[in-house]
């Protein structure tokens, strides 16, 4: 909508009309635009988002809303950050092969992305609870968060590209804001938005009675809120992956901000992890196997994110962090400067991952995994176990060396008899 009409929210009735003139467009539905077939599919917690298909393709249109869809408009959202996801889209393309939808248009005024239709993809926390598997998960999320988090970093960029690209994203306010409250404040106390399962009262007063805990989280907001070492994702969850049998991308990278390298991976662990715990409610058939093979895509992740993150230390490192001068040109091995930054991304996270197995239980926005089950009394022991092994990640993530220790752990809460 290249003719500066002022933003309106589109409707499936109004957006041929708006769009059909667009040659981005046009070039992939016909540009007939009463041709077009609009279907509004967002079932997410933010924006509007339609299939558009035309007689030779079909593309996503994805609209910002000037507030927050899951609650309405008691809770404005300001429509630039429609500016920020589509920063976060070209800037992953260039850093991943592959990985995210292609943007074909993007429009400031009516905070509208046009992208690629992914097809036959679904959302892959779906196919979780569908108990489907996708071949080479594992492989994909650790390649995703290891290439992301390096090269968007100053292990790789110039110092002056990078610290302008955080001037660009320090406009965003708003949107880390939520993630502020709603991961890492408000599962902690009685948060106006919060809801829980009643069930789980004796365990959520002992987490918030817990004054470590809480310590330890708000240590790990002032570093999210503050260290800008990388561009995340900012909401890498298993509905924010889109899936095939056999092949995986990211989507929905609204909630990007510069922050610790360690928080995607953390994130999208916590997700796997949440997955696992809900498993014996939604099958019997298949359930050991299937379990063990969400751990396996946990445990691939995380070792392909280390073995990806060293690769790129090797071929990559042309920023001004660790360089060569000081080490290879020395005729020095900076592998020990790798594996020191690797264990410690680890354990920031494991330390992430934790709060975000409690905020999905606790706060606003849960995920469908526990939620899906409808007898409270079948879902609370399940999500007991998820909110226990939280608890010890945020409180022992200097003990979680490599992903072994944090399978075992799962195993060992899966089996535990909690309430
Ligand atoms: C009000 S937004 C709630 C949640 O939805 C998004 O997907 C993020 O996870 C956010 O925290
Ligand atoms: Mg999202």
Redesign the pocket.
Known sequence: MSNNLAYEPLTPESLPERLGKLEAVTSRLGTDHNLWNVQEIGD???NLVFIVTGTPGSVIVKQALPY?R??GDS?PLPLYRAFFENCALTRQASRTRDCVPEVFHFDDTQALIVMEHLKPHVILRNKLIRGERVEGLGKFVGEFCARTAFRGSELCMTSADKKADVGVFAGNVEIPA??EA??FTDPYFTAGMNSHNSLLDPVVASLRANVELKCRVQRMLMKFASNTETMLHG?L?S??IMSTDSESKVI?PE?AQYGPMGFDLGMVTANFLMAYFSQPAHRADDLADYQQWILSVIAESLQTFRSEFRRLWKTERTGMLYPASLFEEQGQDSSPACEQLLAEINQDAMVFCGIEMH?RCLS??HNADFEDIEDPAVRAPLEARNLEMGAQLILEADTLVDESVLISMADSYNQRNIL
């Open positions: 997410g917690n933010l927050v899951l609650v809770w939520i993630t709603l991961v909401d969850h509905g924010s929905d909630f905020r606003l926005a």
